[in-house]
């Protein structure tokens, strides 16, 4: 079995076999990081060696005493580093807390432990998740498993390289404006962002707390369903956790279909949007095919003020979220500092980077006195707008589709001084968060036959069944990408 390109389901059925033992997977995950790391910089701590081979041949002991169930169990799982997780650092990409060791693991670390995954460690994202590129790391850029030169995407560049790199089988990430699915869609790989409240968020360090949902990367859409299906479901712990029993998404997944409502917004195809990312949307929309999709052209006429709206709700939720950081408690103290106040300032100062104080700076304007009205206010009612708009187009159709990103993946250092060029990145996904709706990202091919693009998919809200329903119909018409060709031609592993 090539270890590369295995699906979980594939690999399970192995463990299962005895073809294959968890051990196996370990020392997989472990060369093939420690070969490509130094290029990708996926990961920013990988867990020792020692610690993952005892857990694995915990499992494999358990899974040959008939005491395993899950397809998970056994397998190494990629987290990104605003997870909180027991015995790792959880950084955020950011000086503010480096080395910082959280004493409880998240929601979603528990379940997946539950399930028998493995924790393989933390990667690298964009500072507090701020960022579409990866680039704002207090720790350096992550690359593109495809080009070296160019950006994964972000904030979870490092999940999203991990997983199409081989690095790790899939991984966890999360998605404030379009943070799963823009950096699955530059890589080559799948990016699931679940229906606000779907996922507890329960120790991810909050960027924007009515926006933020943890969700899987994978391979495939079959390996997100199952990573979606152990760590979705109500968590008391979290007072923004829904209280909806939503099914599994893997026994529905390949249900049959009947002819479904493809809406198709008339604003996807505005300035901006390349022409490769345009032709190949368009013909991943022909491949449905007829007989079993209706594509009908709808309006969603707040697409663009989406992003103003998203940098006002989101700076002000982030200004208020940082303000804990203050080297009072934990994280980052600046000890030369000869009062409480130049303590503050001097904390903060050196250990933010840039596009984060940029952030805190837009959310407290947003929210002072005699702006709040004008600005957040306002955001806030075009956020209920474009919620509305969503309403109104799944009226008349049962999915939405319309590209994930404007453009491939760009060069590293292109748009990191051009803030509104940068920002211009989300203008497909930033709308999925503003109206709390599930979205998945599939590959759609590749631009000039060397970077891969990505079709996005939304669902109503609490509707990831038929969302990963009809991605996986989709993706068996598209294909899957695969380990990109130059990091498969320097090597790898098979069994």
Not at 383 to 411: G, H, M, N, S, Y
Not at 465 to 482: C, D, I, M, P
Request: with cysteine; hydrophobic share 40%; aromatic share 6%.
């Amino acid at each position: 079995m090539d270890l590369t390109r295995a699906t979980i389901t594939e690999i399970a059925a192995a463990l299962d076999a005895g073809s294959l033992a968890s051990t196996d997977l370990v020392e997989h995950t472990l060369r093939e990081t420690g070969r490509l790391e130094p290029e990708v910089h996926a990961f920013l701590h990988v867990r020792d060696r020692e610690s993952l081979l005892r857990e694995a041949k915990e499992s494999d002991a358990a899974r040959r005493s008939g005491g395993v169930t899950s397809p998970l169990a056994g397998i190494p799982v990629a987290i990104k580093d605003n997870i909180c997780t027991i015995g790792t650092p959880t950084t955020a990409g950011s000086r503010i807390l480096e080395g910082f060791q959280s004493a409880y693991d998240a929601t979603v670390i528990e379940k997946l432990k539950a399930a028998g995954a493995l924790i393989l460690g933390k990667c690298n994202l964009d500072e507090f998740a701020m960022g579409s590129s990866t680039e704002n790391s207090a720790y350096g850029p992550t690359t593109n498993p495809w080009d070296p030169a160019r950006v994964p995407g972000g904030s979870s560049g490092g999940s999203a390289a991990a997983v199409a790199a081989g690095m790790a089988f899939t991984a966890l990430g999360s998605d404030t404006g379009g943070s799963i699915r823009q950096p699955a869609a530059l890589t080559g790989v799948v990016g699931l962002k679940p229906t606000y409240g779907t996922v507890s968020r329960r120790g991810l360090i909050a960027f924007g707390s009515s926006l933020d949902q943890i969700g899987p990367l994978a391979r495939c859409v079959a390996d997100a369903a199952l990573v979606f299906d152990a760590i979705a479901g109500n968590d008391p712990r979290d007072a923004t956790s829904a209280d909806i029993a939503t099914g599994s998404a893997c026994d529905t997944l390949h249900d049959s279909i009947d002819t479904i409502r493809v809406g198709v917004p008339r604003q996807s195809w505005g300035e901006g949007l390349d022409a490769g990312v345009e032709a190949s949307v368009r013909s991943a929309l022909d491949q449905l095919g007829p007989a079993v999709a209706e594509i009908t052209a709808i309006d969603l006429p707040l697409l663009e003020a989406s992003i103003p709206a998203y940098y006002l709700v989101a700076t002000a939720e982030a200004s208020a979220n940082l303000s804990r950081f203050d080297g009072v408690r934990y994280g980052l103290r600046d000890k030369q500092a000869g009062t409480l106040d130049e303590m503050y300032k001097r904390t903060r100062g050196h250990g933010f980077g840039t596009e984060v104080k940029r952030r805190i700076l837009l959310g407290t304007h947003a929210l002072s006195s005699g702006y709040y009205d004008a600005y957040y206010l306002r955001a806030m009612k075009v956020r209920r707008k474009i919620a509305d708009d969503f309403a109104r187009a799944f009226e008349t159709c049962d999915v939405i589709a319309l590209p994930a990103t404007p453009t491939p993946a760009f060069p590293i250092g292109e748009q990191i001084d051009d803030p509104i060029t940068m920002y211009r990145n989300d203008l497909y996904t930033i709308a999925a968060n503003l109206a709390g709706l599930p979205a998945i990202s599939i590959p759609c091919g590749l631009h000039d036959d060397t970077l891969p693009l990505g079709v996005q998919l939304m669902a109503p809200r609490f509707e990831e069944s038929r969302l990963l329903r009809v991605a996986s119909h989709w993706e068996a018409k598209l294909g899957t990408l695969g380990r990109p060709p130059r990091i498969s031609a320097n090597g790898g592993d098979a069994r």
